[in-house]
């Protein structure tokens, strides 16, 4: 009888330990609440219109993609985005309205809400952005979740290059639609 409680015992500590392991393996629940979004510069001039978006019509069956150029002037600065949204060949059933948009900072909001059978992948260079008194070395691609949490995004590079104030992400992976971006 000793042996069966000592057994029942060692396996709940197995158990629970594991239950701890698998909670703080979870990239939302493990992430940083802490981190912001970079914010754009302002728009000069009579037009304040600050949100840029782009949408197209895609067959998940089929794949596609939407871009979004955009430029304004901030003061003496001139802001670029460039962003392309690549819909894989099978990446969802049906067709949807893909849309993104870009607003007061350096992040994307995309619709509508779905989740992909092959990640999207998304690449963005934002120039122009003021990263001064921003350690490169802080800054990063992120999942920015509901809750305030965030979550690094899977990509194949990132550039950041405070001179010019260059924010660039290459080849991000989006299992899902929600808001990404760059935070410090």
């Not at 509508?112 to 350690?135: A, E, Q, R, Y």
Request: proline letters at 4%; aromatic letters at 8%.
């Amino acid at each position: 009888m000793k042996k069966i409680i000592l057994s029942l015992f060692a396996i709940s500590i197995f158990y629970l330990g594991c239950s701890d392991l698998k909670t703080n393996m979870n990239p939302v629940n493990s992430a940083v609440s802490s981190k912001t979004a970079i914010k754009l510069p302002l728009k000069s001039g009579v037009n304040i219109e600050s949100v840029f978006s782009a949408s197209q019509l895609i067959s998940g069956e089929n794949g596609g993609s939407v871009q979004l150029h955009e430029s304004y002037i901030s003061g003496k600065t001139q802001v670029t985005i460039d962003a392309e949204l690549s819909v894989p060949i099978g990446a969802y059933s049906g067709t949807k309205n893909i849309s993104m948009q870009i607003g007061d900072d350096a992040a994307i909001d995309f619709s509508p809400t779905s989740l992909f059978n092959i990640p999207l992948v998304l690449n963005l260079k934002i120039t122009g952005v003021d990263l001064t008194g921003i350690n490169p070395n802080d800054i990063n691609f992120y999942y920015f979740a509901q809750d305030g949490s965030v979550s690094l995004v899977q990509n194949d590079g990132i550039t950041i290059v405070p001179q010019t104030g260059t924010l660039e992400i290459i080849n991000a992976k989006l299992p899902h639609f929600s808001r990404y971006g760059w935070g410090k």
